[in-house]
């Protein structure tokens, strides 16, 4: 043992959390009340997040790490993600991330994490958060790009913060149907394919975009007065899901403004001004809407969010018993 510190890293334990594992201890309340604590943190200068990796590989695939620390908290780790659109086709998850949660006096790993559900749940939460704040609180129209997990999420988070939705309108990416995306909000809400983006834009209240942001999806008229945008799927360089034009003339708001303009919808439009979720969630900034404003929220994704949902799961999981606890001496 370590006089100095009372450690002995030979009796040091290491918690694996599956999939199975992660999604046990992931509540809707309890989710929103940690993002809503990561962005708080950011906002404050009290949690760091450090430079982003995002590469592509010759495989095909990206691959990203996110990370940053709460020295206040002893809180630090990183999450290692991308996406492999090969996984598709031998039935996987083309979205893959791990979460590693480290001990910040020793280096040691505390907690391995499977992180899909978590990098899910903490940007449905995310999207959730900037419609409470930007979109109009009597919005009765949804228009959803995509319908993966993440679109998924979006929606039924929006369905939970926005009471007055009716209509729900989705394009898909094949310009088809999606039974099972459609089964997910059955009974909960009108719901209709759209095969025609600008029209399905020009009637909507609220627009989400969450596709792998391959070029823009509808144009810039077709965002008339009064509209929010929450832009999801821009997270790497060249990546895009808004036409241009359209930052200009919106009040625009991000997670963290450099991340924004270096691999968000703001790298194609550095010079718009903006604002930070994080402050207006902590008060340190206010967003007057007038009715006729368009607001565009742009997630890029913070480690810090990675970081507390992840620091929720564990303790959970550590108060239940679940996960798989190994000796992890060093």
Not at 249 to 262: E, G, K, T
Not at 276 to 305: K, M, N, P, S
Not at 314 to 327: E, K, N, P, V
Request: net charge neutral; proline share 5%.
């Amino acid at each position: 043992m370590d006089t100095s510190t009372g450690i002995d890293p030979s009796a040091a334990r290491l918690l694996l959390l599956d999939a199975a594992a992660v999604a046990a201890h992931l509540q809707e309340d309890a989710v929103l009340a940690a993002v809503h604590e990561a962005f708080v943190l950011h906002s404050r200068q009290q949690g760091r997040v450090f430079p982003v990796i995002r590469e592509a590989l010759a495989t095909g695939g990206v691959f990203g790490i996110k990370a940053g620390d709460v020295p206040a908290e002893n809180l630090l780790g990183f999450k290692a993600a991308g996406f492999w659109p090969a996984n598709r086709a031998a039935g996987g998850e083309p979205h893959q991330a791990t979460i590693m949660l480290l001990d910040p006096a020793t280096g040691r790993p505390v907690c391995i994490i499977d992180g899909n559900a978590i990098t899910t749940a903490r940007t449905g939460a995310a999207g959730a958060l900037g419609l409470q704040r930007l979109a109009r609180p009597d919005s009765a129209s949804l228009c959803v790009f995509g319908t993966g997990v993440q679109a998924t999420a979006q929606t039924g988070y929006a369905l939970r913060v926005l009471p007055h939705l009716r209509q729900l309108r989705y394009v898909s990416s094949t310009g088809q149907p999606h039974a099972r995306f459609e089964a997910a909000f059955a009974g909960r809400i009108a719901i209709a394919h759209a095969p025609d983006a600008d029209a399905a834009v020009a009637a909507s209240d609220v627009v989400i975009t969450a596709t792998p942001g391959r070029g823009p999806l509808f144009s810039a008229a077709a965002v008339r007065p009064g509209t929010h945008v929450s832009a999801i799927g821009a997270d790497t360089r060249g990546k895009r899901e808004l036409p241009e034009g359209l930052l200009a003339r919106a009040r625009l708001v991000v997670d963290d403004v450099a991340q924004a303009r270096s691999i968000g919808e703001a790298q194609w439009a550095p010079e718009i001004p903006c604002q930070t979720l994080g402050d207006l969630l902590d008060g340190r900034a206010t967003l007057a809407r007038a009715a006729a404003d368009v607001t565009v929220l742009d997630l890029t994704g913070l480690a810090l969010q990675d970081l507390t949902v992840a620091r929720l799961v564990y303790r959970q999981a550590l108060a239940a018993g679940s996960g798989t606890d190994i000796s992890w001496p060093w």
